[in-house]
T-cell receptor, first 113, second 114 residues
């Protein structure tokens, strides 16, 4: 599995955009970038995923660089409820989901009032 | 639409005992994965079940075993518990398909070994 590198922590002012970077320089052509977040002691929550195009949903936007070696998760208007640990992972989309998933230690995002 | 459910929510055991944790996948999902998350760490992959068989396994000893039932629900069994097995155990489900198989996680079971 390709490894990911994320900053251990970040702060963001409430109402501002939170931009969380992720480096995945060894990503393979068939590996997707997934983002999850985990609020204290709860199960990880799926946010968004993408292969090479930028993606947007109701929660966030995902910007993937052209060479796919890095990506940025954008929370457009951070709220206090967005305070969580954010995990960036890469995984192959194959039938049956047989690929194991490797999580790093993530980025702890603190949204400040 | 019920999401992934796990039981129990909390569990306290002593060293040497055995424990069984349970997971019901999200409606329409047929694949279940189990993860162990120690305090301050990211989730670590234990194993994945599909069609009632273990398909992938992480770096966990044979004390960790599992089962998947015909209704796709799953159990995680841990024998001869050690203090180091204290962790949050997470279950995630996904659907067998040709495209991205997004995993959805349950709330977890907090296991404390004394």
């Amino acid at each position: 599995d390709a490894k990911t590198t994320q900053p251990p922590s970040m702060d963001c002012a409430e109402g501002r955009a939170a931009n969380l970077p992720c480096n995945h320089s060894t990503i393979s052509g068939n590996e997707y970038v997934y983002w999850y977040r985990q609020i204290h002691s709860q199960g990880p929550q799926y946010i968004i995923h993408g292969l090479k195009n930028n993606e947007t949903n109701e929660m966030a936007s995902l910007i993937i660089t052209e060479d796919r070696k890095s990506s940025t998760l954008i929370l457009p208007h951070a709220t206090l409820r967005d305070t969580a640990v954010y995990y960036c992972i890469v995984r192959v989309a194959i039938a049956g989901g047989y690929q194991k998933v490797t999580f790093g230690t993530g980025t702890k995002l603190q949204v400040i009032p | 639409d019920a999401g992934v459910t796990q039981s129990p929510t909390h569990l306290i055991k002593t060293r040497g005992q055995q424990v069984t944790l349970r997971c019901s996948p999200k409606s329409g999902h047929d694949t279940v994965s189990w993860y162990q998350q120690a305090l301050g760490q990211g989730p670590q992959f234990i194993f994945q079940y599909y069609e009632e068989e273990e398909r992938q396994r992480g770096n966990f000893p044979d004390r960790f075993s599992g089962h998947q039932f015909p209704n796709y629900s799953s159990e995680l069994n841990v024998n001869a518990l050690l203090l180091g097995d204290s962790a949050l155990y997470l279950c995630a489900s996904s659907y067998l398909a040709g495209g991205p198989s997004t995993q959805y996680f349950g709330p977890g079971t907090r296991l404390t070994v004394l």
